[in-house]
């Protein structure tokens, strides 16, 4: 393969990336997915390829696809201990952000309600939402009608409602509230912490250390504010286990102010904190080694401030 041809796959390289991680909610099964796809275009007749940009989309939004529906996926997701692949601000897979609907599309509580979606469905809604593609262009990539791309995206919107967070957060606005959930958690006083969540307030985590085998939900702010606590408080067994005492760190993860449990400038840990209003909304605690590959190279390639806490 000449250099121009590698270099014309490269120049899309992150744009087909980040459609993958939206089709996906994984990192990692989108690097795999675009790689998969340059030995396509490597294996491909050229000269039948007019418009190698619309070429590369369709075989990356289908190969995607082809991942949703496998067995293996299927099951992984079927028995609830799935969530999305964490990204740190400034990440390039993190794709378009000029339209709120581009910012929320990688939002975790977006990525997780695109779980309700057939595959069709899913890409629709990535193609149209976060791509802007217009209906044609949607039915030639998933090889559909235009009715039953409008049809599909209408399902779609509905099943994935607003979710009304604030998605427009800069680095200093999301150390504000973290320092603020992090000084309420660490003070033992459970009414300070209280009265930073809504009254509707939800969350999720995969344990400590990601050893759950299921996901746990917290459907109460009450049990949310215990499980914090809980993680606040370390012990010579947490510690051991952790391997050391991490510092925290905040961040914006997807979007989302975000805390991240860092150790030996690898990343162990990360709480993203949903945002609606001036509380939070939704708290996410992320810590399975598999998930957090991607953000720890990001977060060891850039500068960044001082930790909340120095050693947990």
Not at 109 to 117: G, S
Not at 263 to 279: P, S
């Amino acid at each position: 393969m000449d250099i121009a041809t590698v270099a014309r796959f490269e120049a899309n390289r992150s744009r087909l990336a980040s459609l993958a991680y939206r089709l996906l909610g994984s990192a990692a099964d989108a690097e795999d997915t675009v790689q998969d796809a340059f030995l396509r275009w490597q294996a491909a007749d050229r000269r039948y390829v007019e418009v190698p940009e619309a070429w590369l989309t369709k075989i990356v939004t289908n190969l995607a696809l082809d991942r949703l529906r496998s067995a293996k996926v299927r099951h992984e997701r079927a028995v609830g201990a799935w969530m999305p692949e964490p990204l740190l601000d400034g990440d390039p897979m993190l794709g378009p952000a000029d339209t709120v609907e581009q910012r929320e599309s990688v939002t975790l509580a977006v990525l997780t309600l695109m779980e309700r979606l057939s595959p069709v469905e899913r890409a629709v809604y990535v193609l149209r939402e976060a791509f802007s593609y217009s209906h044609g262009e949607v039915a030639e990539i998933l090889d559909i009608t235009e009715s039953a791309s409008q049809q599909h995206l209408h399902r779609a919107r509905r099943r994935i409602t607003a979710t009304g967070n604030s998605i427009d957060i800069d680095p200093a606005a999301a150390r504000r509230i973290v320092e603020a959930f992090v000084e309420a958690a660490s003070s033992g006083r459970t009414d300070r912490l209280i009265t930073l969540l809504t009254a509707d307030a939800a969350g999720v985590s995969d344990g400590f250390l990601g050893r759950a085998t299921k996901l746990i939900r917290y459907s109460t702010p009450a049990h949310i504010v215990s499980a914090v606590r809980a993680g606040f408080t370390p012990s010579p067994a947490k510690r051991k286990l952790a391997g050391g005492s991490p510092s925290i760190h905040a961040a914006v993860v997807n979007g989302c102010p975000a805390m991240l449990a860092t150790l030996d400038d690898r990343v162990v840990g990360v709480t993203i904190l949903e945002i609606r209003g001036d509380k939070i909304a939704g708290v996410c605690g992320i810590a399975a080694p598999l998930r957090l590959g991607r953000i720890t190279e990001r977060w060891q390639s850039q500068e960044h401030g001082a930790p909340l806490i120095e050693s947990w």
